[in-house]
């Protein structure tokens, strides 16, 4: 199963992800809740949390919003 950890989708931007966690507080609280709702997602993908089709996806569609905006963030600044 892929891991969805930010570090493994933007390798090329380590550097710039450790940084915007400690200067930028949105881009640390977009950081932490996308790891949140990843985590869930992973659970729920391995049988540990059981929940809904619907449930699931709505959780996937939120990780991918969460990463299109923090990936803006990174290009961007």
Known sequence: ???HYLLNEFPEQ???IQELKVS???FKKLYEEYNAVNHEVERIENGLEPTSDVFLNDLKLKRVTL???LYGMLEKG
């Open 67 to 69: 990463k299109d905006e």
């Open 14 to 16: 380590k550097e710039k």
């Open 1 to 3: 199963m892929d891991k």
């Open 24 to 26: 930028d507080a949105h």
